[in-house]
T-cell receptor, first 113, second 113 residues
Framework: ETGVTQTPRHLVMGMTNKKSLKCEQHLGHNAMYWYKQSAKKPLELMFVYSLEERVENNSVPSRFSPECPNSSHLFLHLHTLQPEDSALYLC????????????FGPGTRLTVT | SQQGEEDPQALSIQEGENATMNCSYKTSINNLQWYRQNSGRGLVHLILIRSNEREKHSGRLRVTLDTSKKSSSLLITASRAADTASYFCVSPAGGTSYGKLTFGQGTILTVHP
């Protein structure tokens, strides 16, 4: 849709599973972001990467582990999640960390059972 | 903390009518953005207005900014069923949170054909 793709689009996992979310941007951007969108709550920023370096960790539990192997790819590794972690996880990118406009992927709908 | 708060929380109109959404924010900003999100999907950037601008147009969209009242409005003219979505006002978090955007809870707009 916008040059940012996310896989999978839907994921159902048990609390003892380990899974990973993948994000890829084709825009040549240098900053990438993970957001969590829960029902009835504003979009929450989880992590910010700039030039593959994590520059912000927004008090996210350690059961969420991000990885940015290069400026085009961003992963979110999940383990031992809780049912309240069920949400839409959105990836975004921007030209650089200070750029005003962010480009979002379609999101991964995660359900933890 | 939540910076922008949209009003109303939900708006239902008929195709062809105009839709107006309002946003209030708490701290001083140098720009404000509006994003749209179709149901369960990623966000799409609509328009950005800077603090030295009072009004900005983009197609059927008109955004106003009143920095003295810390408020903004988004007007969609001649609405279409395809405009059905959630609309978010987004502002920089400010301070030391460089590059961080803060989202409101959004206005859910339903346009009936």
């Amino acid at each position: 849709e916008t040059g940012v793709t996310q896989t999978p689009r839907h994921l159902v996992m048990g609390m003892t599973n380990k899974k990973s979310l993948k994000c890829e941007q084709h825009l040549g951007h240098n900053a990438m972001y993970w957001y969590k969108q829960s029902a009835k709550k504003p979009l929450e920023l989880m992590f910010v990467y700039s030039l593959e370096e994590r520059v912000e960790n927004n008090s996210v539990p350690s059961r969420f582990s991000p990885e940015c192997p290069n400026s085009s790819h961003l992963f979110l590794h999940l383990h031992t999640l809780q049912p309240e972690d069920s949400a839409l996880y959105l990836c975004a990118s921007s030209q650089d960390r200070g750029a005003l406009e962010q480009y979002f992927g379609p999101g991964t709908r995660l359900t933890v059972t | 903390s939540q910076q922008g708060e949209e009003d109303p929380q939900a708006l239902s109109i008929q195709e062809g009518e105009n839709a107006t959404m309002n946003c209030s924010y708490k701290t001083s900003i140098n720009n404000l953005q509006w994003y749209r999100q179709n149901s369960g999907r990623g966000l799409v950037h609509l328009i950005l207005i800077r603090s030295n601008e009072r009004e900005k147009h983009s197609g059927r969209l008109r955004v106003t900014l009143d920095t003295s009242k810390k408020s903004s409005s988004l007007l969609i003219t001649a609405s279409r069923a395809a405009d059905t979505a959630s609309y978010f006002c987004v502002s920089p978090a400010g301070g030391t949170s460089y590059g961080k955007l803060t989202f409101g809870q959004g206005t859910i707009l339903t346009v009936h054909p």
